[in-house]
């Protein structure tokens, strides 16, 4: 296959060069016009386009379940959602329940994906019980590809852990080189705050953002990053949102520790005024960390830029409004938590370029390239270069579109960002050489994604 016309973008720079793809694999990136090359290659034109590193999503939930229900999206529907999007690699979380084995969660969640996934896919794991058995088999899960492990600050009786569990966690990880991320929102105060509402008789969801303040999240993360820097741990905030998290995380990386965080596109776009929207519509938007004040938003894109934030995931967990958000009327606290983005997180920072936020390259860096050094996938993944997977995304830097339920593939009655004009469109998607989404079609087929073993963190210092 030769990508001719388009302008190659990476994390460093753009290049005006024409791309060879050589069964699943990038086999040369060449100069325009300096050779011919044989017309054995199927050529697809890009004049005018982008040719960007296939998105990475490091953080999705898929089929996952919550309160009695389960996210809605299949590792099908949600992978074939996130190709439509220009995204080719997802990392999910395998989760592990309280009285199991992180080994048999992992075994469930393989089976779940096997043979269903129309891009390549990895897992974290999310360890919920941390006893001496769970601990000997986080190195097992290593062996396995499993170089990550989430643990949760919020979530009392479900997910969450003591300082104490968490922090024989990181002891663990810290033999391993092992990344520990983090949900950091104190959550025995949390559960305080939603109660004293709940007798209130506030029961709205705007009350989801009010029990959960900033300032929770950010005590929350300076106690996470004390507990690595006593551990000597690597650590990564997942869902960053608030200013408060992330001056903690500012301050760790200034003095030199292995400290990362990522947010998402809702805390970049959507506000607590979406939280507070009449006749139960806020539900819509009910995800934890909550939405915040629009302050928040401006200093996120602040930490894209200084890299305090280093990637954009979209904590994809979506929960139909109809029968699951509903089970929250009256019950705030019922409300399952999630919010549907793994189609759209390309578009929505791409519309963070268009508005002058971030710049194309940073663009790439926060969506792919930093994702897969993050997570043990590079060089295979996250770049434009020979002997990459071909994993590229031909993208559209003047098509306009809307994003709407009508129109997306996301397995979830509705959009987050319903009505929401957007530059940009993906033209093609193309996963290990394979055009899975092409002129408005998809073309690729559950299965074809691939499970990936991934190695450490690449940015330890
Ligand atoms: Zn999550």
Known sequence: ????????????????????????????????????????????????MYVIPGGIDAHTHMEMPFGGTFSVD???TGTKAAAWGGTTTIIDFAVQAKGTSLLA????????ADGNCAIDYGFHMIVSDVNDGTLKEMDACIAAGISSFKMFMAYPGVF???????????????RTGATIMMHAENGIAIDELVAQAVAAGRTDPVQHGLTRPPELEGEATSRAITLA?????????????????????????DAGQNVFAETCPQYLYLSLDDLARPDFEGAKFVASPPLRTPDHAAALWRGLRTND??????????????EQKERGRGHVSKIPNGIPGVEHRMDLLH?????????????????????????????RKGVIAPGADADIVIYDPVATQTISVATHHMNVDYSAYEGMPITGKVAMTISRGQVVVADGEFTGSAGHGAFLARDLNQYLV
């Open 74 to 76: 299949t590792f099908e």
């Open 105 to 112: 969660a992992l075994d469930k969640w393989h089976e779940k």
């Open 229 to 253: 820097k006593v551990a000597d741990c690597p650590l990564y905030i997942v869902h960053l949102s608030a200013s408060h998290a992330l001056t903690a995380v500012a301050a760790a990386r």
């Open 309 to 322: 934030l280093a990637v954009v995931s979209t904590d994809h967990c979506p929960f139909c409004f109809k």
């Open 160 to 174: 969450y852990s003591t300082d104490g569990e968490i922090l024989r966690a990181m002891q663990q990880a810290s």
């Open 351 to 379: 519309q963070g370029v268009v508005a002058g936020e971030i710049t194309l390259e940073r663009w790439v860096e926060t969506c792919s390239t930093t994702p897969a050094r993050m997570f043990g996938l590079y060089p």
């Open 1 to 48: 296959m030769l990508i001719k016309g388009g302008t190659v973008v990476t994390a460093e720079g753009t290049l005006e060069a024409d791309v060879v793809v050589e069964g699943e694999k990038i086999a040369a990136l060449i100069a325009r016009g300096a050779a011919t090359i044989g017309s054995a290659y199927e050529t697809i034109d890009a004049t005018d």
